[in-house]
């Protein structure tokens, strides 16, 4: 027999039932919601990730995002150095203290460095003399190197990237690839038509140099050159190795994919680059390349690094190329493209920035290119306060330098800033921009507080000693290419 509960109970305890579910209902509820809020914070963070990551990662390989993120979020430690080194032409002299290692020592260290493999993306290959016909005895140099280089091509993995060798020397190639070097040309004229112009070597993943000099016995003593070896670094070196990789794709399928596959992307370009410390000191690094059918997603195609650089200028613009024209070279019809020379006039108009040009001056320099340099050099007035100065640099032979043919030059590619050191591959024309292969390294160390010379000022150590050097001569409007050159 049930006992009997009064009514006042039952209401009691009916409400503290429905009191207790409510309770329960409305924490269920907001559990409900925390994890509706907390699901929807990690589908933006998702999605924002993605969206930020190269297109070409996850239209082409999805599995791809989580390794990419991972990539993005971690800082290069490596102990990176970086060395500015030239090939300073016998019989040139210079009353300066300004100098720097040679580029024939830098490539013999690479050598010296390497354990496993050694990277070449070159426009083509005279490291003897038997192209000339003569006994030259600086060819000694390209020799040297040649011979050590087929010592290693027996040792380790040798891969060498080369524009099509049509009427070039092919007994360097033969040699290497002879002695076990793995030799793939890339035929650009077919695929551009332009050329595989770049210069740089990588080593072990971890060295690189890039610069203007040639595989070329006269690029280590009868012409003169600019480059940058950088030792230690393979958070860079991994990057360039992408730019050899692309060389190395076409090379075999004789193609340029469009897009390209993720595994050539990059993270790293004018507007995210590499955070890295070069010669301890904090540095924003990127490489650029052209032509932009070859630049993969995420990497900053070399004009618009070279513009880039231009624009955030606010005190100077040096710039040292063998040869700058506002029109291309060797298209048909040749066409005027004047992207950089507007650049450079809209620079010293509208910022003030103090513009110089230092352009060679031999037998090859295209005529043309004289009254265009005159008009960018009559851009020059105090009291408007306009300043753009052109200067051409000879490089001085005796009777028997000047049989050598192809020599006696200033082949430097580069410009350097208030902020910036750009080194570059490239001649500034249109072609090389448009349709050539080229790269350059870029390197900012504008907040640096070290008191080590940053890459940047040593540049312009080497262009003022250039610039203010007997071998350079200002530009006038009767300036005349056959009177000096």
Sequence with gaps: MKTDIPYNQLVDAEGRRQESCRRAQLASKCLIALACVACVLLAAMTLYNILTLPTSSYHHHPASITSRLQ???????????????????????????????????????????????????????????????????????????????????????????????????????????DSGADVRTVNMRALTS???????????????????????WRSLTQVK???????????????????????????????????????????????????????????????SSSPPSFCADGRTQDLQSILSVMEDAEKFIYIAVM????????????RYWADIDTQLRRSAYEKKVHVRLLISCWQHSPPVMLPFLKSLASVHDFRNNLDIQVRLFMVPADPSQKEIPF???????????????????????????????????????????????????????????????????PITHSSNLKHFC
């Excluded at 050899?244 to 993720?262: D, L, M, Q, R």
Aim: hydrophobic fraction near 35%; glycine fraction near 4%; include cysteine.
């Design 323 to 334: 040869n700058y024209l506002p029109t291309t070279e060797f298209s048909h019809p040749k």
């Design 71 to 177: 990539e993005k979020v971690e800082s290069c430690s490596d102990p990176c150095k970086i060395v500015l080194v030239e090939s300073i032409p016998e019989g040139l002299e210079f009353n300066s203290s300004t100098t720097n290692p040679s580029i024939f020592q830098a490539w013999i260290n690479l050598m010296s460095e390497a354990r496993s493999s050694v990277d070449i993306a070159s426009f083509y290959w005279t490291l003897t003399n038997e192209d000339t016909g003569t006994q030259e005895p600086t060819a000694s140099q390209g020799e040297e190197v040649l011979k050590r280089l087929a010592e290693l091509s027996g040792k380790l993995n040798v891969r060498i990237a080369v524009d099509t060798q049509e009427g070039k020397p092919q007994a360097d190639l033969k040699l290497l690839n």
């Design 407 to 473: 020599a006696r030059v200033n082949h430097n590619k580069y410009m350097v800033t208030d902020k910036v050191a750009y080194i570059g591959t490239s001649n500034w024309s249109g072609d090389y921009f448009l349709s050539t292969a080229g790269s350059a390294l870029v390197v900012n160390q504008t907040g640096s507080r070290s008191p080590d010379p940053t890459v940047q000022s040593q540049l312009k150590a080497v262009f003022e000693r250039d610039w203010h050097s007997a071998y350079s001569t």
């Design 225 to 287: 050159e600019l480059g940058a070896v950088v030792y230690n670094c393979s958070c860079l070196a991994s990057d360039l190795e992408k730019i050899f990789e692309a060389y190395w794709f076409v090379g075999k399928t004789e193609s340029i994919p469009s897009p390209w596959p993720s595994s050539f992307s990059t993270l790293y370009n004018k507007d995210t680059p590499l955070q890295l410390p070069l010669n301890s000191t904090p540095s924003s690094v990127y490489l």
């Design 194 to 216: 332009g050329v595989l112009h770049t210069k740089f070597w990588l080593i072990d993943k971890k060295h690189i140099y890039i610069g203007s000099a040639n595989m070329d």
